[in-house]
């Protein structure tokens, strides 16, 4: 086969190639644009959550000799005479007990905000998708036309008039 013809050959494919990689990178990009924000927050939120899991752990585990403690403190306080502050220690115990409810909540609430943050980034890749295929399937359809109407039926209208000028014998099935 000739060689010029052979290189316009890797050339259509090489042009179909570029487009096709060009297009996803595009496509890519805007998405991956558009979800950078949610993916930031998201990170923040699990780093958050992980922090929270450890430090509630390690609250409950001291939280018994915390209540001994703050119960030593507001007995000692009681004896002095220090009634309000002896109260306040207890109170302050007290708080602390709550701290790994809260904590819990916290993460709670962090779990529902990332199911959040995961149903907006799938809302995205549709819009994303919807967009891109909407505006690429005009696109699309105009190369299979050039491919199929123009090159390929060209070629065989082509071949066929060829045939019937050197009178070869045409037939539309060859």
Known sequence: MDTQIVEMAENVTSLFDQTFTELIERRDAEYNTAIAPLDAERE???QEHGAIGEASANLEKILPARAREAQREADVLTVAGKHEEAEAKIAEAEDAKRAPSAMNDRQREIDERIAVIDREK???ARRVFE???AELLPV???AE???LVILLDGLED???EFMA???TGATNNR
């Open 44 to 46: 923040s939120l699990t």
């Open 122 to 124: 799938r809302a995205i």
């Open 131 to 133: 967009q891109w295929y």
């Open 140 to 142: 699309c359809r105009a």
């Open 145 to 147: 036309r050039g491919f």
């Open 158 to 160: 082509s071949f066929t």
């Open 165 to 167: 000028e050197t009178g």
